[in-house]
């Protein structure tokens, strides 16, 4: 996968189309990502013993990946990303299609 936990994305696709957040979990197996403020579904939760009053849960929900487009730190918009190695050190680093490195 190339989005990475704390990459700023946009949402392209779905409910929260235009929306901006940063990433706080990726799930590869499942090609999902947990953005900060999208996808928020409320929960609530049954009054016990610790809680006698019960309480309404804010959850982040993942969404698809495909859904998701990265936005280059430099220039503040969206772009794809690809991998270049990089000659001095021989590590594979991200790099956006504008040119700009993202690692």
Request: glycine share 8%; proline share 5%.
């Amino acid at each position: 996968m190339k989005i990475k936990v704390g990459d700023k994305v946009k949402i392209i696709a779905g409910a929260d189309k235009g929306k901006e957040g940063v990433v706080q979990k990726v799930l590869p197996k499942v090609e999902r990502v947990v953005v900060e403020g999208v996808n928020v579904h409320k929960k609530n939760r049954k009054p016990t013993q610790q809680n006698p009053e019960g309480s309404v849960l804010e959850i982040y929900v993942p969404i698809h990946i495909s859904n998701v487009a990265l936005v280059d730190p430099k220039t503040k918009k969206v772009t794809r990303v690809h991998y270049q190695v990089d000659e001095k050190t021989g590590k594979k680093i991200r790099v956006s299609n504008a040119g700009n490195k993202l690692d």
